[in-house]
């Protein structure tokens, strides 16, 4: 009798621990102000609350749904998978660049970070973090025009004989 009050006593203080750590956990990803999905076979499995802010969904209409609605097409799709896929096959962690696509149809550009889940890809699994990066890449694209653009004026207010 001592022996199985002190078998659940353990288990008891084992589960206590185990809810105290997802908590801990839950509280670390809403606090993270980029999206976090967690994916198996393509299958988005854990958003946490930032994918409102990047894709416009909430996490409770992410999760059970593929990973196709977060980008423009379907060939959109299958190239992000290939790329990932291919490239954690050779390492644990992935960045890259890639459209997307928000909720209500609002092409973006994301940052995307992958790292699989385990030491392979066993199921697919993955974590992924999406940082909207659209605005930067217009002050980007912005700016080498706005360069090209003066590149073009000194040329031709040059004096004839100068050089660069």
């Known amino acids: 009798m001592l022996v199985d009050f002190m078998d659940i006593a353990g288990h008891e203080e084992t589960a206590a621990r185990l809810q105290e750590m997802l908590v801990l956990q839950n509280s670390i990803l809403d606090a993270l102000p980029i999206a976090v999905m ?8 854990l958003a946490n609350h930032a994918v409102e802010d990047v894709f416009g969904w909430k996490p409770e209409e992410l999760i059970g749904r593929g990973t196709r609605v977060l980008y423009r097409s379907e060939e959109d799709h299958a190239k992000i998978a290939k790329h990932v896929y291919g490239a954690l096959r050779r390492q ?3 960045r890259m660049e890639f ?4 909720k209500g149809g609002k ?8 790292a699989r889940v385990g030491e392979d890809l066993q199921d697919r699994r993955i974590i992924a973090t999406y940082s909207d990066i659209t605005e930067h890449k217009r002050t980007e694209q912005a700016l080498e025009e706005s360069e090209r653009t003066l590149r073009a004026l000194l040329r031709t207010y040059r004096k004839p004989g100068e050089t660069d």
């Open 99 to 102: 459209p997307c696509r928000r």
């Open 107 to 114: 092409n973006i550009v994301c940052l995307v970070s992958v």
């Open 38 to 45: 967690g994916m198996q076979e393509r299958r988005i499995v």
């Open 92 to 94: 644990r962690t992935h």
